[in-house]
């Protein structure tokens, strides 16, 4: 089974903040928003000096995942795209959110089409992070988000028969988490920013996984 990964709101990595930009507050949060822009760009590199750049872009309407590998000099690129049905986020002041991502993809092989129809749902709490001695962020100007449920169902249809794929998983408080430094914060529209990394080092080798990650949201 084939399909294309388009990466969820919570990564399971280390995650900081950007540098400091803009302060919210929990009205402006608050929201019922859509994902008009979504951008991350992650890079594992392995001790040998392999190297892995996954890249995805998304707006309201399409998405495309681009993954270029480079193993013993050999760079190879595979690209992926899809169809945005729906993308929101619900934030409340009660410190709760819910998203959904709904997206299509559709390829041909060998004369036969194959369409997956993915719906992911996830849930969690939020809060701002306050300010912490040694750091340069102010109050309100970092966000975290705990994700407590996931699920995803996925309907694909070959050659015009269609099965069903349904998956869930829950999480506990601190488990699963963002954080984000809140690069713009208006009544109809929140921007939100983060970077992750992660290196391991055994002996003299290294290992590492770095990234960033953009969201655009916009509500009424």
Known sequence: MKKIFIC???????????SSCGKSSKGKMANEWKVTEYNQTTTET?????????????????????????????TTTSTGTATVNANTMTIDKDGTWEATRDWTTTEVIFGVTTTNKSTEKTSGTWAFIGKTKGDEFKKNERVIFNTLTSSNTLVQTVGGTAQTYSSSDTYKTGENTMIYTVKESKKAELQLEAEMGNTSTSGSSTSSVVGTTTITLSGE
């Open 8 to 18: 969820t709101l919570s990564v399971a990595l280390l995650t900081v903040g950007l």
């Open 46 to 74: 392995e001790a040998n000096g392999d190297k892995t750049v996954t890249t995805t872009a998304m707006t309201e309407t399409t998405a495309t995942m681009t993954t270029t590998e480079t193993s013993n000099g050999t």
